[in-house]
Protein backbone atom coordinates (compact mmCIF):
# COMPACT_ATOMS: atom_id res chain seq x y z
CA UNK A 1 0.00 0.00 0.00
CA UNK A 2 2.70 2.70 0.87
CA UNK A 3 6.65 2.53 -0.83
CA UNK A 4 9.16 0.26 0.84
CA UNK A 5 10.55 3.10 3.04
CA UNK A 6 7.19 4.29 4.30
CA UNK A 7 6.41 0.68 5.09
CA UNK A 8 9.26 -0.24 6.99
CA UNK A 9 9.15 2.80 8.77
CA UNK A 10 5.42 2.01 10.20
CA UNK A 11 6.63 -1.37 10.83
CA UNK A 12 9.48 -0.03 12.51
CA UNK A 13 7.35 2.30 15.05
CA UNK A 14 4.49 -0.40 15.87
CA UNK A 15 6.86 -2.28 17.65
CA UNK A 16 7.54 0.56 20.34
CA UNK A 17 5.33 -0.22 23.08
CA UNK A 18 1.45 0.96 23.21
CA UNK A 19 1.81 1.72 19.83
CA UNK A 20 -0.66 0.02 17.00
CA UNK A 21 -0.97 0.16 13.58
CA UNK A 22 -2.78 3.52 13.11
CA UNK A 23 -0.73 5.01 15.75
CA UNK A 24 1.99 3.84 13.98
CA UNK A 25 1.01 5.33 10.42
CA UNK A 26 0.50 8.96 12.19
CA UNK A 27 4.31 9.08 13.68
CA UNK A 28 5.49 7.99 10.45
CA UNK A 29 3.25 10.93 8.28
CA UNK A 30 4.54 13.08 11.11
CA UNK A 31 7.91 12.11 10.35
CA UNK A 32 7.15 12.52 6.45
CA UNK A 33 5.89 16.03 7.44
CA UNK A 34 8.81 17.17 9.59
CA UNK A 35 11.25 19.57 8.25
CA UNK A 36 14.69 17.18 7.32
CA UNK A 37 16.24 18.76 10.28
CA UNK A 38 13.79 17.49 13.11
CA UNK A 39 13.70 13.84 11.35
CA UNK A 40 17.25 13.43 11.33
CA UNK A 41 17.63 14.95 14.69
CA UNK A 42 14.87 12.19 15.90
CA UNK A 43 17.70 9.51 14.33
CA UNK A 44 20.29 10.92 15.49
CA UNK A 45 19.13 10.92 19.30
CA UNK A 46 17.61 7.10 18.75
CA UNK A 47 21.53 6.62 17.28
CA UNK A 48 23.07 7.80 19.95
CA UNK A 49 21.22 6.44 22.84
CA UNK A 50 21.73 3.48 21.52
CA UNK A 51 25.70 4.13 20.94
CA UNK A 52 25.88 6.06 24.59
CA UNK A 53 24.10 4.37 26.86
CA UNK A 54 24.82 1.53 29.14
CA UNK A 55 24.46 -0.17 32.50
CA UNK A 56 26.23 1.08 35.26
CA UNK A 57 29.38 -0.89 36.58
CA UNK A 58 27.89 -0.63 40.52
CA UNK A 59 24.08 -0.99 40.32
CA UNK A 60 22.71 -1.38 37.16
CA UNK A 61 21.16 1.85 36.12
CA UNK A 62 21.39 3.21 33.14
CA UNK A 63 24.04 5.33 32.57
CA UNK A 64 26.63 7.17 29.82
CA UNK A 65 29.86 6.27 31.91
CA UNK A 66 31.07 3.65 33.59
CA UNK A 67 29.60 4.49 36.86
CA UNK A 68 25.79 6.58 36.79
CA UNK A 69 25.03 9.65 38.68
CA UNK A 70 23.44 8.08 41.62
CA UNK A 71 26.70 6.14 42.27
CA UNK A 72 28.75 9.12 41.72
CA UNK A 73 26.92 11.30 44.23
CA UNK A 74 28.89 11.29 47.47
CA UNK A 75 25.88 12.65 49.09
CA UNK A 76 23.88 9.23 48.84
CA UNK A 77 23.39 7.21 51.56
CA UNK A 78 25.59 3.98 51.14
CA UNK A 79 23.62 2.24 54.15
CA UNK A 80 20.64 1.85 52.31
CA UNK A 81 19.80 0.04 49.19
CA UNK A 82 16.71 0.26 47.07
CA UNK A 83 16.05 -2.88 44.99
CA UNK A 84 13.88 -2.38 41.85
CA UNK A 85 12.98 -4.16 38.94
CA UNK A 86 13.90 -2.05 35.68
CA UNK A 87 16.20 1.18 35.65
CA UNK A 88 12.55 3.12 34.48
CA UNK A 89 11.83 2.09 38.53
CA UNK A 90 14.68 4.19 39.46
CA UNK A 91 12.73 7.25 38.38
CA UNK A 92 9.45 7.23 40.08
CA UNK A 93 11.09 6.84 43.56
CA UNK A 94 13.44 9.84 42.93
CA UNK A 95 10.34 11.60 42.21
CA UNK A 96 9.54 11.39 45.53
CA UNK A 97 12.33 13.05 47.13
CA UNK A 98 12.04 10.74 50.09
CA UNK A 99 15.10 8.40 49.36
CA UNK A 100 18.48 9.50 49.56
CA UNK A 101 19.95 6.10 49.65
CA UNK A 102 21.06 4.15 46.49
CA UNK A 103 20.09 1.58 44.25
CA UNK A 104 20.03 -2.05 42.53
CA UNK A 105 18.49 -2.59 39.55
CA UNK A 106 17.65 -6.79 38.84
CA UNK A 107 16.78 -6.59 35.55
CA UNK A 108 13.75 -7.87 35.93
CA UNK A 109 11.32 -9.86 38.23
CA UNK A 110 11.31 -13.86 38.47
CA UNK A 111 9.04 -15.56 36.45
CA UNK A 112 9.39 -19.22 35.59
CA UNK A 113 6.60 -19.28 33.28
CA UNK A 114 8.59 -16.97 31.28
CA UNK A 115 12.27 -18.74 31.75
CA UNK A 116 13.43 -15.60 34.32
CA UNK A 117 15.35 -17.53 37.05
CA UNK A 118 17.07 -15.93 39.62
CA UNK A 119 20.78 -16.65 37.76
CA UNK A 120 18.78 -14.50 34.74
CA UNK A 121 18.69 -11.24 37.45
CA UNK A 122 21.67 -9.12 39.05
CA UNK A 123 20.61 -10.75 42.25
CA UNK A 124 24.34 -12.13 42.78
CA UNK A 125 25.64 -8.93 42.20
CA UNK A 126 23.40 -7.39 44.45
CA UNK A 127 24.29 -10.70 47.66
CA UNK A 128 28.18 -9.32 46.57
CA UNK A 129 27.39 -6.10 47.09
CA UNK A 130 26.45 -7.07 50.72
CA UNK A 131 29.14 -8.69 52.12
CA UNK A 132 31.31 -5.71 52.56
CA UNK A 133 29.46 -4.59 55.70
CA UNK A 134 28.51 -1.51 54.26
CA UNK A 135 24.93 -1.80 53.70
CA UNK A 136 22.62 -1.87 56.64
CA UNK A 137 19.18 -1.66 55.31
CA UNK A 138 17.72 -3.38 52.08
CA UNK A 139 14.31 -1.70 50.25
CA UNK A 140 12.78 -4.21 48.04
CA UNK A 141 10.81 -1.86 45.85
CA UNK A 142 9.56 -4.59 43.42
CA UNK A 143 6.26 -4.31 41.83
CA UNK A 144 3.48 -5.39 43.74
CA UNK A 145 2.91 -8.25 41.00
CA UNK A 146 2.85 -11.56 41.62
CA UNK A 147 6.33 -12.03 39.41
CA UNK A 148 7.32 -8.82 41.95
CA UNK A 149 6.08 -10.34 45.18
CA UNK A 150 7.92 -13.79 44.30
CA UNK A 151 10.87 -11.94 43.25
CA UNK A 152 10.64 -9.92 46.51
CA UNK A 153 10.59 -13.59 48.71
CA UNK A 154 13.87 -14.91 46.90
CA UNK A 155 15.19 -12.00 47.80
CA UNK A 156 14.40 -11.53 51.27
CA UNK A 157 14.97 -15.46 51.84
CA UNK A 158 18.58 -15.09 50.16
CA UNK A 159 19.78 -11.84 52.00
CA UNK A 160 18.22 -13.48 55.54
CA UNK A 161 20.74 -16.43 55.18
CA UNK A 162 23.67 -14.83 54.08
CA UNK A 163 23.93 -11.56 55.78
CA UNK A 164 21.39 -11.87 58.87
CA UNK A 165 22.23 -8.86 60.24
CA UNK A 166 20.91 -6.43 57.23
CA UNK A 167 17.84 -5.30 57.43
CA UNK A 168 15.35 -6.21 54.76
CA UNK A 169 12.07 -3.43 54.62
CA UNK A 170 8.86 -4.04 52.01
CA UNK A 171 7.49 -0.91 50.35
CA UNK A 172 3.96 -0.38 51.72
CA UNK A 173 0.67 -1.10 50.09
CA UNK A 174 -2.44 -0.24 50.43
CA UNK A 175 -5.09 2.43 49.81
CA UNK A 176 -3.89 5.66 47.10
CA UNK A 177 -3.91 8.99 48.96
CA UNK A 178 -7.30 10.82 48.23
CA UNK A 179 -8.41 7.26 47.56
CA UNK A 180 -12.39 6.66 48.81
CA UNK A 181 -12.76 2.80 50.44
CA UNK A 182 -16.05 2.35 48.39
CA UNK A 183 -13.66 2.16 45.10
CA UNK A 184 -10.86 0.33 46.40
CA UNK A 185 -10.61 -3.53 45.61
CA UNK A 186 -10.34 -5.99 48.27
CA UNK A 187 -6.77 -7.20 47.84
CA UNK A 188 -5.59 -3.69 47.75
CA UNK A 189 -8.01 -2.75 50.73
CA UNK A 190 -6.33 -5.85 52.56
CA UNK A 191 -3.16 -5.17 51.85
CA UNK A 192 -3.91 -1.55 53.94
CA UNK A 193 -5.09 -3.07 57.15
CA UNK A 194 -1.84 -5.78 56.64
CA UNK A 195 0.56 -2.78 56.54
CA UNK A 196 -1.67 -0.52 58.96
CA UNK A 197 0.34 1.32 61.64
CA UNK A 198 -0.06 3.21 64.81
CA UNK A 199 -0.45 6.86 64.97
Do not use: W
Not at 85 to 105: A, K, L, W
Not at 154 to 161: F, G, K, N, S, V
Not at 163 to 186: K, M, N, W
Amino acid sequence: MYPAPIQRLVTELGRLPGIGQRTAQRLAFHVLRASDEEAFALADAIREVKERIGLCEVCFNLADAPRCRICEDERRDPSVLCVVEEPGDVIPVERTHEYRGRYHVLGGALSPIDGVDPEDLKIAELLRRLEDGEVREVVLATNPTTTGEATALHLAREIHERQPEVTVTRLASGLPVGADLEYADEVTLGRAFVGRRSL
